[in-house]
């Protein structure tokens, strides 16, 4: 279980502040599929790097199985995003000159595991992929989809207790996209959070739960409120 509140994120640009989170409320279920809307500049991707530990908010909780994410010191910080956090995020991108198979091993030789326990998780986690067979391929060698796949398990390979996408279909076709999508939805069977931003509501089907976020702050639809009725 994730539970943010009264979570507040303001980022000091010199002399001008940006309130990007305005006091978010959330609960998010082990074992669920988050699907995170609202408009660009709302706040979903800030929300996104709280919860990764990436960041850390200006005022309100994160509760994460219990742990408080404020109280982590930064080396703290680091480890638990090691260890319980799988991303998909566009931004993080693999490194050209190392294969599928180094790319998704990588994040386990920083956290200090083995070669060959690194390589046989990233061997499985292509597997599950389905991109066992393109392991030596680079990336400038591997289609959009099959690239996005790569980072689906590049997530996995930790065995993370959440994943947490933005925007992991912006690229790809809608087939590629769907499939990527049902690729995540399989790992909340696993007992694992899913939490993806989008900007396509196609995206959601029933028992997803929805939530939207405008100005910093969860609200109960996106429809615009008529203005100028009193
Ligand atoms: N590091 C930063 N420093 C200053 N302002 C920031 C920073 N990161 C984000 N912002 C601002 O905070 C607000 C929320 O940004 P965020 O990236 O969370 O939006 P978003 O909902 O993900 O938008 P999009 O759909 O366009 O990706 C925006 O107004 C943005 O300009
Ligand atoms: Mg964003």
């Known amino acids: 279980m994730i539970s943010l509140l009264g979570v507040e994120k303001t980022y000091q ?22 699907i995170i809307m609202g408009p660009s500049g709302s706040g979903k991707s800030t929300l996104l790097h709280l919860v990764g530990c990436l960041d850390t908010p ?7 199985e219990g742990t408080d994410l404020v109280q982590l010191s930064s080396t703290q910080r680091a480890e638990f995003r090691r260890r ?16 599928a198979q180094e790319n998704v091993e990588l994040p386990l030789l920083l956290s200090g595991a083995p070669r ?19 392991s030596s391929h680079r990336p400038s060698e591997l289609s959009g989809g099959e690239l996005q796949r790569v980072t689906v398990a590049r997530a996995l390979v930790n065995n993370p207790d959440a994943i947490l996408a933005d925007e992991p279909t912006g690229n790809l076709d ?3 996209g769907d499939q990527v999508i049902s690729m995540l939805r ?5 007992g694992r959070a899913c939490i993806v931003v989008t900007h396509n509501p196609e995206l959601a089907i029933p028992g997803d739960s929805l939530v939207y976020v ?17």
């Open 13 to 34: 640009r010199g002399a001008n502040q940006v309130h990007a989170l305005r006091g978010l409320d959330l609960e998010i279920a082990s074992s669920e599929f988050t």
């Open 58 to 64: 200006s005022a309100g909780q994160i509760l994460f």
């Open 84 to 99: 319980r956090i799988g991303f998909i995020f566009q931004r993080f991108n693999q490194i050209p000159n190392l294969s």
């Open 116 to 134: 060959r326990q690194a390589h046989e998780q990233a061997r499985s986690a292509l597997r599950q992929v389905g991109l066992a067979e393109r």
């Open 174 to 176: 809608m087939e590629t």
């Open 186 to 190: 399989h790992l909340k069977d696993e």
């Open 214 to 230: 405008r100005d910093g702050k969860r609200v109960d639809s996106l429809f615009r409120e008529e203005k100028g009725r009193h």
